[in-house]
Nanobody, 113 residues
Framework: VQLQAFGGGLVQAGGSLRLSCAAS????????MGWYRQAPGKQRELVAT???????NYADSVKGRFTIYKDNAESTMYLQMTSLKSEDTAVYFC????????WGQGTLVTVSS
């Protein structure tokens, strides 16, 4: 299984960005998919997850600003990010879990203040 994350870029604080994670297989069988991020000098941290049944979970730091969702027909998961802050600057990674865990390559999000 291959996951490809894209959509990162440079955005001003307060702006919005949508990340996409395209899978090489149908995603409806994954038990859970998620977005994680890693800022310079920091450990990778969970941003948001979504289960097979579309139950979502968010880090406290992004609640109310980020929305995770998926389109099974398109085999793609998304992360809609709004009201971006400089502390959201990081490399964002997507992952998917079934009997294994798969990771996509990162996409860089830079928020300028």
């Amino acid at each position: 299984v291959q996951l490809q994350a894209f959509g990162g870029g440079l955005v001003q604080a307060g702006g919005s960005l949508r990340l996409s994670c395209a899978a090489s297989k149908k995603i409806f069988n994954f038990n859970r998919m998620g977005w994680y991020r890693q800022a310079p000098g920091k450990q990778r941290e969970l941003v948001a997850t979504i289960t097979r049944g579309h139950t979502t979970n968010y880090a406290d730091s992004v609640k109310g600003r980020f929305t995770i969702y998926k389109d099974n027909a398109e085999s793609t998961m998304y992360l809609q990010m709004t009201s971006l802050k400089s502390e959201d600057t990081a490399v964002y990674f997507c992952n998917a879990e079934d009997i294994d865990i798969y990771w996509g390559q990162g996409t860089l999000v830079t928020v300028s203040s």
